[in-house]
């Protein structure tokens, strides 16, 4: 594989989408998609539509409506279940080496977006004035060459840079890790042709080599390796943004649109008429037969029978959440890891508990991107848990195990947040309702 290859593989033609996704703009993604659904729902009540879904205008002799694009409303669990990810990642404390970085609990973060969002991101360590960086690559930048024989085994990383484009050609900078060094390759593409060709490329103060077609290419010798892949193991190095779980948002946006406008304008929703009631044109499109918002049925068919618009949207809503339930399956998420349920009432272990899968999701991908600040820059990573003990869990948990021996007085005011809270403790223990240590 070459850039011009995996520039027509669907992890680099799929990022774009899924990052409008994250950023929640996916009405632009959706918009003729749901189009081509609502369109019958608007056929006879003033809407031109074209016969490949576009949207041309309004009869001004019939009812205005909005346009179609402000119809559409974005269903954000994709983004939302992302947004989870990168808070839980770093909530709570985070050590490196023993002490707090913001700078790497940030990259912490933005690792684990991209490789959510895009399946996997590249990690280069960069030395300047003796203080190193971690630069990040998405699959928009980069692409893996795997052995030929072995397909776990990675003969090199591919970082490229568009360093020259024009309107027939593009000249892209290649920098290639192989074991040991990095190399420096141009490759020239021609947009028209989609031809490819390598041409000399020569960067001072580097060293050159030929290879075997006799072009130039410049190197530079590594003592140890400066990048490495975070993959998204979740979904063996694929995004979360899988194209079951986009029909699924796509099939919610629909949902939603259909249910918030089109019903409220529209008095027989879709799919609730019979055939003999729609007429087709040469492209294959149907529209309704009406007169006056009555339905015109040819000889033959079946009356319709009156459906209710609180039973059909009744219908729509167990649609939806049986959609809804399906992309929390998939993403190891739920209300409550979004925040969508109250659980201040609940006490810390229930919480564990509910969010369980979300918490192992989490911990799968916050480890993939340790392994890579460990790699790289020889820095111990150590988390705290995703979900941190309340205070009332503490002190319990503390006044237990100091009542029945097992610790004491100083270790478990280092355990809960502070001096002030033993007080508490030793308050909760004066109680005559107090039971402390209970054998089983």
């Not at 709570?92 to 977006?113: A, C, R």
């Not at 499109?285 to 009406?290: G, R, S």
């Not at 029978?305 to 809804?324: D, R, V, Y």
């Not at 998420?333 to 369980?356: C, F």
């Amino acid at each position: 594989m070459d850039l011009f290859d995996y520039m027509g593989t669907r992890k680099y033609q799929t990022y774009f989408r899924n990052e409008q996704i994250f950023k929640e703009e996916s009405s632009g993604v959706f918009y003729r998609d749901v189009i081509s659904r609502v369109k019958l729902e608007l056929m006879g009540s003033g809407a031109v539509v074209s016969g490949d879904n576009v949207l041309a205008g309004f009869n001004n002799s019939k009812a205005s409506y909005s346009p179609i694009s402000s119809l559409i409303v974005p269903s954000t669990l994709l983004s939302s279940s992302t947004s989870t990810f990168i808070t839980y990642s770093t909530n709570g404390e985070i050590l490196f080496d023993g002490v707090e970085n913001d700078y790497l609990k940030m990259k912490i973060k933005e690792m684990i977006k991209i490789q959510s969002i895009g399946g996997s991101v590249l990690v280069k360590n960069v030395e300047h004035n003796g203080i190193n960086y971690l630069n990040l690559y998405t699959p928009l930048s980069y692409f893996v060459i795997y052995n030929e024989f072995i397909q776990d085994l990675i003969d090199s990383y591919n970082i490229f840079n568009l360093i020259k484009e024009s309107e027939n050609l593009d000249v892209y900078l290649i920098e290639t890790h192989v074991t040991g060094r990095v190399e420096y390759r141009k490759l020239k593409l021609d947009k028209e042709s989609k031809s490819k060709e390598y041409i000399n490329c020569i960067v001072d103060g580097l060293s050159q080599g030929m290879d075997d077609n006799g072009v130039i290419f410049s190197y530079e010798l590594l003592s140890v390796p400066i990048v490495t892949e975070v993959q998204n193991v979740c979904f063996g190095g694929e995004s979360d943004y899988t194209e079951d779980n986009v029909a699924l948002q796509r099939e919610l946006v629909v949902t939603n649109t259909i249910n918030s406008q089109t019903f409220d304008k529209i008095s027989n929703p879709l799919l609730a008429l019979p055939e003999e009631a729609l007429e087709y044109d040469s492209n294959g499109n149907a529209k309704v037969n009406l007169t006056e918002r009555v339905i015109i049925i040819r000889d033959g068919g079946n009356k319709p029978e009156q459906i209710k618009l609180e039973s059909k949207i009744e219908q729509a809503q167990i649609h939806k959440g049986n959609i809804e339930d399906n992309i929390f399956s998939s993403l190891g998420v739920n209300k409550a890891a979004l925040g969508l349920v109250d659980v201040s009432q609940i006490s810390g272990e229930s919480i564990k508990r509910m969010m369980s899968s979300t918490i192992a999701r989490v911990e799968e991908k916050r480890s993939e991107a340790a392994k890579a600040i460990e790699f790289l820059l020889g820095i111990e990573v150590q988390f705290s848990e995703v979900i941190l003990p309340s205070f009332n869990d503490k002190v319990e948990s503390v006044s237990k195990a100091v009542t029945a021996g097992v610790m004491s007085q100083e270790k478990g005011t280092t355990i809960v947040s502070g001096a002030d809270d033993w007080k508490t403790v030793q308050k909760e223990k004066e109680t005559e309702d107090y039971q402390g240590f209970v054998s089983e």
